[in-house]
């Protein structure tokens, strides 16, 4: 089971490896962001920084669309919903002989 600090350490993790990717310094990173380099050392090394710097963080890496599937409302409320919609039956496509 994955836990807060397993998120948080994937987070700092994904975060330096997109920078370096990018081949960005954490000065320049923290320029393009808008943050502190401190904010930026800290958000790398244990993935802890304020909801809004993440975000600016995420922003000057070009990584924000993964914000937009954060705390969407699921498809269904209950098991009973999703099986109560019907299965499409898939059709299979013969290959030309």
Partial sequence: MVDFEDILRGLAERARALRVLRQLRQEELANRAGVGVMTVRRFEKTGRASMENVLRIAFAL???????????APKYRTLDEALAEPVR???RVRSAR
């Fill in 62 to 72: 070009r990584a924000e669309a993964a914000f937009e599937a954060l705390f969407q």
């Fill in 89 to 91: 039956k898939v059709q």
